[in-house]
């Protein structure tokens, strides 16, 4: 196990961490001596998997299966947490999901979901985090600050998606909730930035993907020429969690192999 002083010690919650995105991002924190709570918001079964591959490097992690846009169940896990590891220093606010459709056929349910899990789950999470962050008070010998929270969002927090309103919304959501808590919490010694990933090979985006076609088709949203991996996302996490990215609050940081560069104007538009 690679440890890294700089986290070791440290407790974090990542939420959506059964799959994809999240899953690699617990990992990678767990490689750094970080203990995990892995939560899934159903599956415990497969967040059960990716605390077996933890403990299996050397690593410390417990599942816990909990909806993030409800406040009971994410008060209950924050509780679980403090039983287990005592506080919290790093909150990854990854959970979200798609439900795609015309806009003119979404149903009031989808648009709904979308907003409670990817945007509403954040603001419970980010709220219970801040709250044990300032009642702990800085401890020096993990970091110099009060704590880190990292909201996932995504290329449409700025590149409009049409057929994927509910999704774009949620995420332009997130990145403005984002920033108006880092402007409120940086006073207080607490960083929070955005990870905005472009096309990752995740489930989301898996039917997508299918065929060489698709691929392809994407590829040419990307100008470095490559689908992003999970372990892309994880490096950037365990980086912006350290205090090697003190400075950095407020941010939003596209991982996303150029898409956001508007690539169809290389040419002159
Ligand atoms: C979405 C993916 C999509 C990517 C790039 C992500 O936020 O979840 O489905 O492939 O953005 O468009």
């Known amino acids: 196990m690679n440890s890294n002083p700089k986290l070791k010690g440290q407790s ?9 995105i999240g899953k ?42 909990a909806d993030v846009s409800k406040e009971d169940e994410v ?17 990854v606010n990854n959970a979200g999901l798609q439900k795609d459709s015309a806009f003119v056929d979404m149903t009031l349910a989808d648009w709904q979901k979308v907003i409670d899990v990817n945007l ?11 709250r044990e962050f300032l009642r702990r008070g800085i401890v020096a010998e993990r970091s110099v600050a009060l704590g880190k929270i990292i909201c996932m969002s995504s290329v449409h927090d700025m590149i409009p998606w049409s057929g994927h309103v509910n999704y774009a919304s949620s995420k332009g959501g997130v990145m403005l909730f984002m920033k108006s808590i880092a402007q409120e919490l ?32 994407i590829l040419t949203l990307i100008p470095y020429n490559r689908i992003g991996e999970p372990e892309d996302i994880g490096k950037l996490a365990v980086w912006l969690a350290s205090d090697d990215s003190d400075y950095i609050t407020g941010a939003t940081i596209y991982i996303d192999g150029g898409m956001t560069l508007f690539p169809g104007f290389a040419g002159n538009g």
């Open 75 to 91: 008060q209950a896990m924050f509780a679980a947490m403090y039983k287990a590891f005592g506080t919290i220093d790093i909150l």
């Open 12 to 20: 974090a919650l990542v939420t959506g961490a059964s799959s994809g």
């Open 186 to 217: 940086a006073p207080h010694k607490i960083r929070v930035n955005s990870i905005s990933p472009g096309a990752i090979k995740t489930r989301i985006n898996a039917s997508e993907m299918e065929t060489q076609e698709e691929i392809d088709k």
């Open 120 to 130: 509403t789950g954040q603001f419970l999470c980010a709220r219970e985090a801040a």
């Open 24 to 65: 690699a991002v617990a990992i990678a924190l767990a490689n750094e001596g970080v203990n995990v709570v892995v939560n899934c918001s159903s599956h415990p079964e497969r967040g059960q998997e990716v605390v077996d591959e933890i403990k299996s490097s050397g690593g410390t992690a417990i599942v816990y299966q």
